[in-house]
Structures are given as C-alpha cells and as structure tokens.
C-alpha cells in the first residue's frame, strides 16, 4: 500500500510488480487492486507477478497487461502470455462467458459473414460463435434467438432489415437516418439496440483508396469529392448517401430506373445535395461535373456495358453503362460496386479498362469492413483484419 500511494502521487498510471510465491499471493494482489478501486481512485492501476506462479495475475489484470506473441523469438518477461492465452483462461475461470452470435436473413448460406467473424474470434481466442439463422419471416425462432441468455449479437440481412425494427428497444442515428437496421448489439439491461454498419463498410473503402486525399475539411478541401454518383434507390443506396454525406461529397448525383424513387430517396436527405439525374454520362450536356466516386447498389444482373449490349443485347430493363461514367480525369476516382458476385462486375470490369487513376472496390471488400465494425460493436476488440481477409477471400474464390 505504501508503495502505491507514492505511485499515485507523481504517476498517471500505476504499475505494481510483484513475485507469487503460490496462486494465492495473485488472488491477494487482485483483491488489493479491488479494494482501491472503490475508493474511487481513477488512476489506471497495472498490477501483476512475476514468473510462473504469477501467470493468474497477468490474467486477472484489466489494464494494459504486457503480453507476448506466438511470432516473437521469446517472451520479455516470466510468465508473459499472449492476447489469446488470457482470453481462453478468462474464460475457462468464468469472466468471459461464452456468446452466439446469428446473421438473420433469407437466403444466407453462401454467407461470407459465418467465416469473417468465427475466424477473428478464433485469432483472439474468444470462445464465441457466429451462425446462420434463416427463417422465412421474423417470427418465433429470431424472437427466441435476441432473447436467449448467450445471445451476443446479429447480422441483419436482405429481406430483414426493416422487419426486425419492431423486435429492438432504440435505433442509432445512422440506423434511423438510413431507415434500416443491420446491426443488433446487446446493451446492459437487456437494451437491444439496432444499428447500421453499410455506411461505415462504403465509407472505409472509398477512404481507403483515396486516403488523405480527401482532405480534412469540407468538400472544398484539396482531393475532396467535388461529386459523387449513386446508381439505384433501395436500402443500401440510402446507406452509400450516408457514407458520401459524412464524407462531405459537395454534390451527389443519384440515378435510378424509376426517377419517382430517386426522387423520394433524395427528399429523405435534404442536407445531403442530392440530385436526382434522368441518364448516366453525358455529364458535359447536363451542365453537371464529372464524379470522382460511383457507387452502384443494384445488382449485377441489372447493369450491362454498351459493347456487351451490342453484342449480346441488354436484358429487359437492363441499366447501360459507358465508359463515358469515367470522365473525370483531374485526380484518383473510386468505383464501388456493392454486388456480392461476381467478383467482376460489368461496372468493375468496365471501371478497369479506362485508365489506373481509377481505383475498384467490389462488393466483398465492403462487406470485410462493415464487418469488422460489428465485430468492434459487440466485443469492444479490433477485428485482427489482414488475417480475416486473407481467410474470407480465399472462402469467397473456393465457391
């Protein structure tokens, strides 16, 4: 006690190391931790012991715990673990309870979702597990699912996305504003709480390939989006309006079949400037600047290329796109195309073929980063990315 109050006086942050002579010398410097926190003492304490016998203190510790690696030659300390090795002994102690985790929709099996998450917790060592739960309807078995004792949390899916809002307690803003819940995350209390990770997963990638070109500020920044294009009017066309919203797009064009539809999405947004346009292209002959992003939300069946249409013809309906889209030519442009498969869209493919400084996203690398933002949601842990991608596209390109 001595040595911590002198600590306290000229640290912010106290370290106590100590030597377990057994495991009840841990249990006795977890208690000591204890009892000042509820003296009301905020300085963050890290107390543990070393060697061996001192390995329950190090799992037992709640605040930055030095751990070791896998990868590393050898441990710094004694007794050092890894990340994964005190989340498998939380658990098997009883601090870290087991929870399941469902992505609810029809039709899922060829989900990417089951493989993204049950490998990142398998990385980390967290004893949870990630299901499929397909069901015809939002009825008795997603009730029972949001319910049990172990649920941890959902992925919401096509066509559950605005059915499953009557089950939840409250909506995030991003989830009222974009009308749909992808996302369900467990609060204290049993608070179900519906959130929407769309617009996080399209604002990382264009993020990602424009990076600080974007600039910090407003779209008069250097490298801003100056204008962006929306094609389609669904659900996950309000999420990209969204995305391109908080990315401070000065104008974005949003196209669609049915104009009356385009017209009622841009209503919903009328800080967003959004321009409901009657055709693709052409920008010079609408009076309107190129866009340096485009981000498709219609499947891939619903597009086609001119060469493709004249020689194969466009299906009925069919969205004509030309390489007239990739006009602007003053800095680096994104193409997004939010279509799971394939993995080459007719925009993709058509995107690739009019210069490099135009950068493709397709439909996977969205779903990785809406992803890893559920993943962050419902555990509190950075998703370990590079080894869950890696993991994910080699599921996706083995189906």
């Known amino acids: 006690r001595e040595k911590y109050d002198l600590a306290a006086k000229v640290g912010d942050v106290v370290k106590i190391v100590g030597k377990a002579g057994g495991i ?29 016998e001192g390995q329950m203190s190090r799992v037992l510790n709640s605040t930055f715990s030095p751990v070791s690696h896998p990868l590393l030659p050898n441990k710094a300390a004694p007794g050092q673990l890894s990340f994964k090795q005190i989340q498998q002994a939380l658990h098997l102690i009883g601090l870290l ?4 985790f469902y ?3 029809n039709p899922i099996q060829h989900s990417m979702s089951p493989t993204l998450h049950n490998t990142a917790f398998e990385i980390l060592g967290l004893p949870h597990k990630y299901e499929l739960l397909e069901t015809r309807e939002v009825g008795e078995e997603i009730k029972l699912a949001i319910t049990a004792p172990d649920f941890g949390g959902a992925s919401v899916t096509i066509p559950f996305k605005l059915d499953v809002i009557p089950l939840l ?37 264009i993020n990602n390939k424009l990076g600080s070109r974007l600039g910090p500020g407003s779209g008069s920044g250097h490298g801003a989006i ?18 391109l919203q908080a990315l401070k797009a000065d104008v974005i064009y949003l196209y ?3 104009r009356s539809k385009a017209e009622e999405l841009a209503s919903l947004f009328p800080d967003a400037n959004v321009k409901v346009i009657g055709q693709l292209a052409d920008w010079a002959g609408q009076g309107i600047t190129p866009p340096s992003v485009i981000v498709s939300t219609v499947p891939a069946s619903a597009t086609t290329t001119e060469d493709e249409e004249a020689e194969h013809g466009a299906g009925a309906g069919a969205i004509v796109l030309s390489r007239a889209l990739f006009e602007y030519h003053l800095g680096w442009g994104v193409v997004v195309d939010m279509a799971y498969r394939p993995a080459e869209t007719p925009l993709i493919r058509l995107a690739k073929g009019v210069g490099r400084h135009w950068k493709v996203v397709p439909g ?5 980063e809406q992803g890893y933002e559920q993943f962050r949601l ?9 080894l869950v991608a890696r993991k994910v596209w080699d599921r996706y390109n083995a189906v």
Not at 378 to 386: F, I
Request: net charge positive; charged share 20%.
């Open 24 to 52: 009840r010398d841990n249990f006795a410097l977890y208690d000591f931790v204890e009892g000042v926190k509820k003296q009301g003492n905020k300085k963050p304490i890290i107390a543990i012991n070393m060697g061996i």
């Open 97 to 100: 309870p087991s929870r399941t």
């Open 103 to 105: 992505l609810f929709g």
């Open 169 to 205: 307690d409250r909506l995030t803003p991003a989830a009222e504003a974009i009308g749909a819940v992808n996302t369900i995350v467990p609060q204290a209390g049993s608070v179900l709480v519906g959130d929407n990770t769309d617009w996080i997963g399209i604002r990382n990638v």
């Open 226 to 243: 100056h204008a962006a294009l929306v094609i389609g009017a669904g659900g996950t066309a309000r999420a990209a309006i969204y995305a």
């Open 256 to 258: 669609n079949r049915t």
């Open 364 to 368: 996977l690398e969205v779903l990785l």
């Open 378 to 386: 419902w555990t509190g842990r950075t998703c370990p990315k590079s």
